[in-house]
């Protein structure tokens, strides 16, 4: 039967993509770390690493090994902390996927406070604008910009989210405040695809509009960069411009209309009987940064 002790070093360097950092965090030496492995390969008669001089990375087995392995581990977390009624105190890897710009922006910049107070844990955040498979993935939780609704895992709305309409105080000034949805199409417009239509709800209830303009990107953050540098008018989360907006460099456009109505921040995880503590306490943590009223609508 393999040793649960080379599976936790295996996870370890899988985690930091390092034998030597893995070590320390464990406090083996790179050598024990390295011999812990080669037994788990030897055991289950594949390699589950790739070795070079400059980094290491999972096999396809190794990938699959993990996730599975991983979630055990967390399992065995889960039961322990159950029995001794742990909550502060954790340790092991959290994995979480988050978008990549609101990671980026409102992710990343607070992972120090939380990583200071549980020095025992690892943090692998992974940012993806793709749809995340959270079992599959062997992820712990994944943040989400999205109406749940109908959603199979168990959610926890973190914050509401805003989307408004915007433009650059210095393309205001050129072109005009527009006053009505009809002026729009005397502006240059701003959609993050060239086929997207913006939906938005107004005094008189939802109403959906194709802009037009003259940049074509798959890019949002290309749209952000081009509304900031005065390009057009763009429909943009509060969470992505809230700064801007603050500064005065970017101003809201129609504000009687906005964008976003059943679309939350949400911690998404899988449907487990208890939750893991880590799990917990990092929920917890962003509950308490965003809020019914998150800081970049403050």
């Not at 020095?119 to 910009?145: C, K, N, W």
């Not at 239509?197 to 209830?205: A, D, I, N, T």
């Not at 965003?290 to 970049?296: H, I």
Request: glycine share 8%; aromatic share 6%; net charge positive.
């Amino acid at each position: 039967m393999t040793n649960l002790g080379d599976l936790e070093v295996f996870v370890r360097v899988a985690a930091c993509n390092s034998m030597s950092t893995a070590g320390r965090s464990l406090g083996l030496s790179p050598a024990v770390v390295s011999k812990r492995i080669k037994r788990l390969e030897d055991r289950l008669g594949t390699r589950l690493l790739q070795r070079t001089t400059r980094q290491i990375a999972l096999t396809e087995a190794g990938q699959g090994f993990f996730n599975r392995v991983q979630s055990i581990l967390s399992g065995i977390e889960e039961a322990e902390a159950f029995v001794s009624g742990r909550s502060a105190k954790v340790q092991g890897t959290l994995k979480i996927s988050a978008p990549t710009s609101f990671g980026r922006m409102h992710v990343a910049p607070h992972l120090i406070g939380f990583m200071e107070a549980h020095p025992d844990l690892i943090v692998q955040l992974e940012l993806s604008d793709e749809f995340t498979d959270i079992v599959g993935g062997g992820y712990d939780l994944a943040i989400r910009i999205a109406d749940l609704s109908d959603s199979t895992l168990v959610a926890r709305r973190l914050a509401p989210v805003r989307r408004i309409l915007c433009a650059s105080a210095d393309y205001i000034a050129r072109h005009g405040m527009p006053q009505s949805l009809d002026e729009l199409k005397t502006h240059a417009c701003l959609p993050a695809h060239n086929h997207d239509s913006w939906r938005l709800v107004g005094p008189g209830g939802p109403v959906t509009l194709k802009p037009q303009g003259s940049l074509v990107t798959n890019s949002s953050e290309v749209i952000r960069e081009a509304v900031i540098a005065g390009l057009g008018i763009a429909l943009r989360s509060t969470w992505d411009i809230g700064e801007e907006l603050k500064s005065g460099r970017l101003t809201q456009v129609l504000p009687a209309y906005e964008s976003g109505r059943g679309v939350s921040l949400s911690a998404v995880y899988p449907s487990r009987e208890f939750l893991p503590a880590k799990v917990r306490l990092f929920i917890d943590y962003l509950a308490s940064l965003y809020g019914p009223t998150p800081y970049w609508d403050r």
